[in-house]
DNA sequence: CCCATATACAACCATTTAGTTGTATGTTAG
DNA sequence: CTAACATACAACTAAATGGTTGTATATGGG
């Protein structure tokens, strides 16, 4: 799973979070209002331990936060989450047809996998 | 993995796939040029093998596509992927700010989870 | 104070992932 | 034809995921 800088992690780390339908679906009710684990936890079918570390995982990709208020821990979409998630998607065309492709061709060196860039360094 | 109609089930592939450096990086570079999955296979430090299993995972989920010239495969970004990703982002928004929130109220059932839509299919 | 609620977190399990190596099959250059 | 190359695919391993149950710790209401 290769070490990566922290440019790329943020990037696995939203996409990963995306990529699951019960998380996708705690984003949306979580852009409406403010709602508690517990809260969550009852509209589905699986164990509040569970849907605890679906939040976790949203959180620690940035797309949600929590605040305490008295016994309930309030979870709440991060109002810049989807727009960043998008950036990267945008990055990830820009990348390509401006810099990286330009450069290498100013540089002389044809832009393509010779053995530039093995994963790692890429855009960090 | 929950079994999930193809809707979510295609929104699953497609942020699984992006959710790797290594996988963002094919399909950046496949955006400029038909790549051979051997030449792309040089461009990092693993196996071809382990290259080749990535650009299938980019292929299911509709990221790149498989053209064959003489021995090589040639592998592409679909024209219209990472715009095809950005629409589920904004899907993602729009349930929210839009239908779900505005068609429960009209309902009268207040939209919180209290046990509606729980990501529909979620039983395993 | 006592209890029910809301959360935190550890331990465990089954499945998937990401990688490896090894082998088989096509294809093209000589 | 044959050798070298490009791919396909199976089998295996280590680690990460997604889920479970169980236990501990706060907090708020009566």
């Not at 990529?19 to 709602?35: K, S």
């Not at 949203?58 to 821990?73: D, F, M, P, W």
Request: glycine share 6%; aromatic share 4%; proline share 4%.
């Amino acid at each position: 799973m290769v070490v990566y800088g922290s440019a790329d992690e943020a990037a696995d780390h939203l996409f990963h979070a995306l990529a699951d339908a019960t998380r996708r679906d705690i984003v949306r009710r979580c852009m409406r209002d403010e709602l508690s684990v517990s809260r969550l936890a009852q509209a589905y079918p699986m164990s509040f331990a569970a849907v605890q570390k679906h939040v976790a995982v949203l959180e620690r990709a940035g797309l949600v936060t929590k605040r305490r208020h008295g016994r309930e821990q309030l979870v709440r979409t991060a109002p810049e989450a989807v727009r960043r998630a998008r950036r990267v998607l945008d990055e990830l065309e820009a990348t390509w047809r401006g810099r990286v492709d330009r450069m290498a061709r100013l540089l002389g060196q044809d832009p393509e996998p010779g053995e530039d860039s093995p994963t790692k360094g890429q855009e960090k």
